[in-house]
């Protein structure tokens, strides 16, 4: 069965620090998501991507961050200057089509900022 | 206001209890709802789609109550492992964003 993968599972920063977060969505899906979950709170939604742009994103999703499909597989979070409360876990989800509201979820990666 | 409201719990119930989770979202444009569980430090998934008339999977019955804003999911003879977080989603689908309620907690007890 197809699924999302993430890349790395954990990852450890300094403060100020960019990161780049990666994902590999389901081949076939249009719609690509980011999402952060701090410990023990709520889902919470950054940005959806859709043909290759931004269309819609969270206040949470501020100037720091930024998206990119850089070669048709891969979807990437970036942060450009990390703080310690960027400390979550990401997760990357896809879904296939508009009229599909079914999303998948990868594993995540753990973001630790120290 | 919270998009989407759920009782935290957390809920510890016995093995083949029956156990009932609400939720409800403010947004009257609200159009996809979604029950998603979530184990302990890993991804979410999903459990089951909600429709208006209600639907069963199995154990787990997911009803719609457009009128009053609210969702809720049943589960029947509960099992040691339905333990996990269940989250209440809500799409409007005028946007692409999906709201994540809090999440309600389940311990199933042997």
């Known amino acids: 069965e197809p699924e999302v993968t993430q890349t790395p599972s954990h990852q450890v920063t300094q403060m100020g620090q960019e990161v780049i977060l990666r994902c590999v969505p389901i081949s076939n899906h249009l719609y690509f998501y980011w999402y952060r979950q701090i410990l023990g709170q709520k889902v919470e939604f950054l940005v959806s991507f859709y043909n290759n742009e931004i269309s819609e994103k969270s206040e949470i999703f501020d100037d720091q961050f930024s998206v990119e499909r850089p070669d048709g597989s891969n979807f990437t979070l970036k942060i450009r200057s990390t703080k310690l409360e960027d400390s979550a876990m990401y997760f990357c989800?896809?879904?296939?089509?508009?009229?599909?509201?079914?999303?998948?979820f990868g594993p995540g990666t753990r973001l630790t900022v120290l | 206001r919270k998009e989407v409201e759920q009782d935290p719990g957390p809920f510890n119930v016995p093995e083949g209890a029956t156990v009932a989770f609400n939720c409800t979202y403010s947004n009257s444009a609200s159009q996809s709802f979604f029950w998603y569980r979530q184990d302990c430090r890993k991804e979410p998934k999903l459990l089951m789609s909600v429709y208006s008339s209600g639907n069963e999977d199995g154990r787990f019955t997911a009803q719609l109550n457009r009128a009053s804003q609210y969702i809720s999911l049943l589960i029947r003879d509960s099992k040691l492992s339905d333990s996990a977080t269940y989250l209440c989603?809500?799409?409007?689908?005028?946007?692409?964003?999906?709201?994540f309620g809090t999440g309600t907690s389940l311990t199933v007890i042997p």
């Open positions: 989603v809500v799409n409007q689908n005028t946007g692409n964003q999906f709201y």
């Open positions: 989800a896809s879904r296939r089509t508009a009229s599909v509201d079914t999303q998948y």
